[in-house]
């Protein structure tokens, strides 16, 4: 028997995540939804496309009215309105209605938008998750944020809109590019600092299994981080508050990813972003200066950077402000009470912010020391 965890909203099941090795269930779970009486359309990008539409076109052109595959060039930069007006009309060129059904295949960009299709074509059609990606197993997939990017602002337009069930394939984790893998654990090790120092300790122990990508160990930590994130959003499904402690680390890492022009990883940019966070806590006596250090450095292991070059650190403050997280003139900032407790604090000044930035900027004077 597979493994689920359900998404409630109002005491009430939303959504199931089912975790799987394999595609080998995946028309059965979308059964329970009707397909036979459905025309499906897989949203991919290119990378995807070639691994596994084929696969999953396979196993369900059998079950439904009609399958096809919409796929676009991979990449940050195809996560626009042009990308989605595509997708757009190759709805409407081939006939698609209400009641039929996307399906996401792929990572956060493929989900996000294909997400937000889901909300907006006819007003609404449904959709299913099916994250390959360890960014989007562990974080995008899961609480029906989606959306698209506005000149390169990350995700500015979007709705919540709530996938009918995420499919985890997690053996599709085998075959990402390991900076890819290592980014989407900069979000898992979040988690653990937000919301349980008992799974921050985990992914420690269990730090070679992580790397061999040993399938069970996948399995555990997938469950283990979306459970964290779950109990988030089931409390605040659309961030009027609480939510908000999920973009510890983002408020400066999604400032570098932007002023770096999205070379860098999301979640490389994230793990930047914690060590700056985590210091600003540090700086405020919220946490100690060894709990510091350890989560600075226990980022390294995973291949994730903790300092970074070339960088204008007035510019990352002045980027940090036209990001979403800012509510009027105040920028909401996530800090560390604790490893395992986050807060959400409006009073963080540009000092401390620059004095974050600065604590990860490596300059050439750092290599004379
Ligand atoms: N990725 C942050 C959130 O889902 O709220």
Redesign the pocket.
Known sequence: MSQRLTINQNAKPIYDIVYEHDFGRLAEELEKFEIHTKKLCIIADSKVNGLYADEVCEALKDKCKKILVFSFPDGEKSKNLDTIQNIYKFLIENKYDRRDMLLALGGGVTGDMAGFVAATYLRGIDFVQIPTSLLAQV??S??G?TGVDCDQYKNMVGAFYMPKLVYMNLSTLKTLDDRQYYSGMAEVMKHGLIKNANFYEWIIDNMYEIHDRDLETLEEMVLKSNTC?KIV?EKDPT?KGE?AI??FGHTIGHAIEKAKNFELLHGECVALGCVAAAYISWKRDLISKDEYYEIRDMFVPFNLPISIENIDPEEIFALTSSDKKMEGEHLKFILLKSVGKAMIDKTVTKEEILAGINEIYFTDEDWDE
Do not use: A, P, Q, T
């Open positions: 974080d995008s899961i609480g944020k994130k959003v961030e939510r999920l973009n």
